[in-house]
């Protein structure tokens, strides 16, 4: 391949990013640059024309990054998410903030918004995915359901899971895949967004998953430290930070 059309096209795709970046970021939400950042690429990456499932939107941060990725092409993502109206994760504008990002950001195109439960939606799915994002409710029994859609992801197709390595619920839902037959196989993280790859899992890569516990304990105990306004502590164990770890 031609290096300067390659190094031409990589400065493309690095302005796209910075592009979206700028934008997105102005979204609340707690998705951080490196992680748009392994969002944009694992999109960019996939064989287009992508079809890339959502579970959780917000006010899109992180759809309007994927949908970035993929807009010079036939590709879609779609954005699943029943916008619950709760103290921390949304209130009866947050539909008109995603649909007002996602129209500003001028991906209306190849944004398909089904406002309902992952659960719900889950059982009349039947489409193949090519990337899957999972950052909807943290409960361990909805992460085990919305692990579960990951059998419409093709081999080699990607899974993102959010606050990975950050909450109970997701990282004890996550630990399922270490049991036999599971088709995930931990790849590596941006902070607590975790990429997994769909294909065969080795008793390596199950140790691999089981490595990032430790990094999981110190998360748990950060949060712990910043609910008890201890923030200085949290700051000498390195967190210099007064949100929690994402
Ligand atoms: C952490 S926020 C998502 C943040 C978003 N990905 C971003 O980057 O800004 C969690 C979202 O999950 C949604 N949610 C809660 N339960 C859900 C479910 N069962 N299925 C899909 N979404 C759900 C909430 O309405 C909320 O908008």
Partial sequence: MDPVATEGSRMACEDAFEAVWSRARGYRGWLTEGQARLLFSCALGAPQPARILEIGSYEGRSTVVLATAIAGTDGSVVAVDPFVDDWKYGSPTTRRSF?????QAGVDGHVQLIADYSTAVRPGWSAPLDVLFIDGKHDVVTVLDDLRWARHVRTGGVVLVHDCFSSV??????????????RLRYADRSGSLARFEVGSVGLVDRGRLLAQLPWWLRNLALKLLLRARLGGVARRLGHDSPYDPY
């Fill in 99 to 103: 649909e007002a990002h996602i129209a």
């Fill in 169 to 182: 619920g997701v990282t004890l839902g996550v630990l399922s895949l270490l049991r036999p037959g599971s």
